[in-house]
């Protein structure tokens, strides 16, 4: 056991008091520093990265910060180091509401360096060793406590991100000999801690790989935090990867933290990786091989422990001779690597995904049995799917609330199209040839897609659930649109 000491005094005859105090248990307490103002205590304790156990503040001292508010200050940096008052003979020493009210404020304990003839030692010597040892017992339960609580929220997370729900919502579908082999690269990456590049077109998984690469890795229990590397503005790149201190700039009114650090020990993936700027891809290659991170306004680089996992639907090699895509990040992503085809070329898996889909928003809409027709099954094997799993997804989605009793090739057709022709009830409320009002074709759109919902559901219930209000707006909604 070490207790580390600071002590924040101004007086050199009360500093050399308390240091022959503590001398007799030097084995047990060290001295981390000793400072002479509140401000320079807490510059001390900021930069200790939570070494200091105890500190031992003199009531009174002099640059204006003091007291009570200097225990404030303290606890907001760490609230588990303990403080311990000690004062002369002549402040208050026998007011039991201040010492109430130091107490309130955060002290440990609160004593006496006087009476001044005892030129060796401080006052109360053995009720000031204890109170020391005690504190730092204290300290030590509370820690103790967080790291509690912290393990419990964790798991929290962890149950929360790897719920049956959850696992079934990414799990890998498809029976073609090439989803087979993604699942075996999947399995066989995911214990490896190295880098891996997934490329295929949009919309054919790639985030879901990923996923499951993560859900399957030594890290599952830690976080898999996404960045879309083309919806980030090109300035705030460097921001929203590495973070920044207070007051590094103008704005920065509270510090941030960067996405690096937030997947600390877990994933981080980064989608669309060709659209990093050159200057972030020379700082994300510096990370990869150092594990370091620079943030805007630190003097000393963060360590971090993060495994990456990029995805992109360009030909990095292609960018790379346009001079796009650094060629050394290129190779350092790309040390593990798993293609996945376009949906057209992996025809057998578009009936297992179509019956999934179906099923999924059959149940989320509560619809009951609707069916799909064989020539509308057909159809969906034959057409290109120029937007893969996302395109089927949609579609699917569109067609079961368009469906009546079963899907036929119309409704796949309408939901390909993306509009329900000339029935849609959007045409209700745009006629090139009656032009309505903004507040008349809100009106409208409202009322047809409150039947719309209404005609797909058995209750007033269900339908307001679908439509995500409470029940009593939904009758109070219906009552203004004349539907009731």
């Keep these: 056991m070490k207790i580390n000491v600071l002590i924040v005094e101004d007086e050199e005859f009360d500093v050399r008091r308390i240091k022959n105090t503590l001398r007799l248990y030097n084995n047990i307490i060290k001295i981390y520093d000793i400072v002479s103002t509140g401000n320079d205590a807490l510059d001390c304790?900021?930069?200790?990265?939570?070494?200091?156990?105890?500190?031992?503040?003199?009531?009174?001292?002099?640059?204006?910060?003091?007291?009570?508010?200097?225990?404030?200050?303290?606890?907001?940096?760490?609230?588990?180091?303990?403080?311990?008052?000690?004062?002369?003979?002549?402040?208050?020493?026998?007011?039991?509401?201040?010492?109430?009210?130091?107490?309130?404020?955060?002290?440990?304990?609160?004593?006496?360096?006087?009476?001044?003839?005892?030129?060796?030692?401080?006052?109360?010597?053995?009720?000031?060793?204890?109170?020391?040892?005690?504190?730092?017992?204290?300290?030590?339960?509370?820690?103790?406590?967080?790291?509690?609580?912290?393990?419990?929220?964790?798991?929290?997370?962890?149950?929360?991100?790897?719920?049956?729900?959850?696992?079934?919502?990414?799990?890998?579908?498809?029976?073609?000999?090439?989803?087979?082999?993604?699942?075996?690269?999947?399995?066989?990456?995911?214990?490896?801690?190295?880098?891996?590049?997934?490329?295929?077109?949009?919309?054919?998984?790639?985030?879901?790989?990923?996923?499951?690469?993560?859900?399957?890795?030594?890290?599952?229990?830690?976080?898999?935090?996404?960045?879309?590397?083309?919806?980030?503005?090109?300035?705030?790149?460097?921001?929203?990867?590495?973070?920044?201190?207070?007051?590094?700039?103008?704005?920065?009114?509270?510090?941030?933290?960067g996405l690096f650090e937030k997947a600390n020990h877990g994933t981080l993936f980064l989608d669309e990786v060709s659209e990093l700027p050159l200057k972030e891809q020379s700082k994300l290659l510096r990370v990869l091989e150092t594990g370091e991170i620079e943030k805007i306004g630190r003097k000393h680089e963060i360590i971090v422990d993060v495994r990456v996992i990029a995805a992109t639907n360009k030909d990095l090699n292609k960018e790379i001779s346009k001079n796009k895509f650094r060629e050394d990040l290129y190779y350092r992503l790309n040390i593990l690597n798993i293609s996945i085809p376009p949906l057209r070329e992996r025809r057998s898996d578009i009936e297992v995904l179509s019956d999934y889909f179906l099923k999924k928003y059959i149940n989320k809409f509560q619809l009951g049995d609707i069916s799909i027709t064989p020539e509308a099954q057909k159809l969906l094997v034959n057409y290109d799917w120029p937007g893969n799993v996302r395109q089927l997804k949609n579609v699917l989605q569109r067609s079961v609330l368009l469906a009546d009793k079963s899907i036929d090739t119309e409704t796949i057709n309408i939901g390909l199209r993306g509009n329900p022709g000339d029935n849609d009830f959007r045409l209700k409320f745009?006629?090139?040839?009656?032009?309505?009002?903004?507040?008349?074709?809100?009106?409208?759109?409202?009322?047809?897609?409150?039947?719309?919902?209404?005609?797909?559901?058995?209750?007033d219930a269900e339908a307001s659930k679908l439509l995500g209000i409470a029940p009593s707006n939904f009758h109070r909604l219906c009552k203004e649109l004349g539907l009731k």
Aim: proline share 3%.
């Design 430 to 459: 745009i006629n090139p040839n009656k032009m309505l009002t903004l507040k008349e074709a809100e009106f409208n759109f409202r009322k047809e897609y409150t039947k719309f919902i209404r005609s797909k559901t058995k209750t």
């Design 45 to 257: 304790l900021k930069n200790s990265k939570s070494l200091i156990d105890v500190v031992v503040l003199d009531y009174q001292i002099s640059g204006g910060l003091y007291g009570k508010e200097l225990i404030k200050e303290i606890k907001l940096i760490d609230s588990t180091i303990q403080v311990i008052i000690i004062t002369k003979m002549t402040i208050n020493q026998t007011d039991p509401e201040f010492a109430s009210q130091l107490i309130k404020n955060g002290a440990y304990w609160f004593g006496t360096k006087n009476p001044t003839d005892i030129e060796d030692y401080i006052y109360q010597p053995t009720d000031f060793i204890l109170a020391i040892l005690n504190a730092y017992e204290k300290r030590n339960l509370q820690l103790e406590k967080q790291k509690l609580q912290f393990e419990h929220k964790k798991s929290q997370e962890i149950l929360e991100n790897n719920n049956l729900e959850n696992l079934i919502k990414w799990k890998i579908i498809g029976n073609s000999n090439a989803v087979e082999n993604v699942k075996v690269l999947v399995e066989k990456y995911a214990p490896v801690n190295a880098s891996v590049l997934i490329t295929g077109e949009s919309g054919t998984g790639k985030e879901l790989v990923a996923r499951n690469i993560h859900f399957k890795s030594p890290r599952k229990f830690e976080k898999f935090v996404v960045i879309n590397c083309s919806a980030i503005p090109f300035n705030l790149f460097e921001s929203e990867l590495f973070g920044y201190e207070k007051g590094a700039f103008t704005d920065a009114k509270s510090g941030k933290i």
